[in-house]
């Protein structure tokens, strides 16, 4: 008899494995967490000035690595989902909230990292460079802030390094010289960074191969994932607060109102919505926050619609009639009478939504009208490596496989939770 695998083992054995893996890592950024406070304690102005969105993003990552596997086990007894049985759709939404929460931890580099581009550009997948370690300019630590930046130095991984050099190999006589492909670097023997007599020389691999700019491939789809399921999700809540309440504003009096909006809907649903967004990103530039509220306010109307006939069947039923005759005002209507009774459509379509946006913002960047260059995105890696799709295949069937994968799952969440609430549809 196998024992089958439940999703709470999955999500416990990722955040213990990367923290047994990363526990250098975690074990630093604990460190510079606890110096953070002590700054902040003792010079306010001084430790605000050090905040950034990296700081916070791995304080994050590394508490929330202890309280996940905790929490899920004390609660898999309470709440069913992490007692289910693991299968693939589970496992894939779980490795890519893994990489949305752990993103700090689990990528080899900055997404953006640089780093001698002659040497690291177009490396197919499993590839591996040669890491020359150069003598780095200590200054000890004269207080706590000193000590601050010199932890965050240490800890969060920067768009460029300057005490390594990506080479091919290394020659040491009167001078070190390091061979780059077609290239020669020259530099004073006492600035490489020695070991036991020895120069330090390590390997750096690149799992998934590198772009053009030889930044790191895995990396940037581990980030990727992140702006993804970070733009569904805010796009997914702005159209549930739309379309739940319009469409609660349209059935419910009928009438006047209900008219307005339903030809405001039929007008929306007329026009492609992929022509509003790209007319309406053109006209106000494009950002991650316009993104998603360009795109979560071109998603309501399916949403609208369900609500709408939900609250115009369910208005004349007696349990309706009766709340409303015992003083319920209409925020308590919506939120206790009839939101628990169509919560079962609205999630199934909220579902296919969060695919249907995700594929949306990939197609946007593709176009260049997505989230710009300050962020790595599936999209426009496969629009950069379209122009390198002879030399450089892997450039694009990376970033397409994530996104192929990543859509399947949420549509097969999608009929899975519609044939938990519907069974006769199995049929």
Not at 290 to 308: E, P, Y
């Amino acid at each position: 008899m196998t024992m089958r695998i439940k999703i709470w083992h999955q999500i416990t054995a990722i955040c213990f494995s990367l923290l047994v893996l990363k526990v250098n890592l975690v074990i630093k950024i604990f460190s510079l967490q606890l110096v953070f406070f002590n700054v902040l304690v003792a010079d306010y102005s001084k430790a605000i000035y050090q905040i950034d969105f990296s700081l916070i993003d791995y304080f994050i990552s590394a508490i929330m690595i202890i309280i996940i596997p905790v929490g899920v086990i004390f609660l898999r007894r309470r709440i069913k989902v992490f007692s289910l049985s693991l299968n693939f759709t589970s496992a894939i939404i779980i490795i890519l909230a893994a990489f949305f929460v752990f993103a700090p931890l689990v990528a080899n580099n900055n997404p953006d990292f640089q780093q001698n581009i002659g040497e690291t550009k177009l490396l197919p997948p499993l590839s591996s460079v040669e890491v020359i370690h150069l003598k780095r300019e200590v200054k000890p630590a004269q207080n706590l802030l000193d000590k601050l930046v010199k932890l965050k130095e240490e800890v969060i991984k920067n768009t460029y390094d300057e005490s390594i050099i990506f080479a091919d190999s290394l020659s040491i006589s009167s001078n070190a010289t390091i061979f780059q492909k077609n290239s020669q670097i020259i530099l004073p023997k006492d600035r490489i960074l020695y070991s036991d007599g020895l120069p330090v020389i390590t390997r750096e691999y690149f799992l998934l191969g590198t772009d053009e700019y030889g930044r790191d491939i895995y990396s940037r789809l581990i980030y990727g994932a992140r702006i993804s399921l970070f733009i569904g999700l805010g796009s997914v809540i702005i159209s549930l607060l739309l379309g739940v309440s319009l469409g609660f504003l349209a059935g419910y009096p009928g009438g006047f109102i209900d008219t307005i909006i339903s030809r405001v809907t039929d007008m929306f649903l007329s026009f492609p919505a992929i022509f509003f967004v790209i007319l309406i990103l053109a006209l106000f530039g494009n950002s991650l926050f316009t993104v998603i509220l360009v795109l979560g306010f071109s998603g309501w109307m399916s949403l609208f619609k369900i609500v709408r006939g939900e609250v115009i069947s369910l208005k004349q039923k007696d349990f309706f009639i009766s709340a409303k005759m015992a003083g319920l005002s209409n925020y308590n209507l919506l939120t206790k009478e009839i939101l628990p009774i169509i919560l079962a459509p609205v999630v199934v379509n909220l579902v296919f939504q969060y695919g249907s946006v995700i594929l949306a913002e990939a197609a946007l960047s593709f176009l260049g009208l997505g989230t710009g260059s300050f962020y790595p995105s599936w999209g426009a890696m496969i629009e950069a490596g379209q122009n390198y799709l002879t030399q450089a295949w892997w450039m694009v069937v990376s970033p397409g496989l994530c996104l192929f994968i990543t859509l399947f799952a949420a549509n097969n969440l999608g009929r899975e939770i519609q044939l938990y609430y519907n069974p006769r549809l199995k049929g």
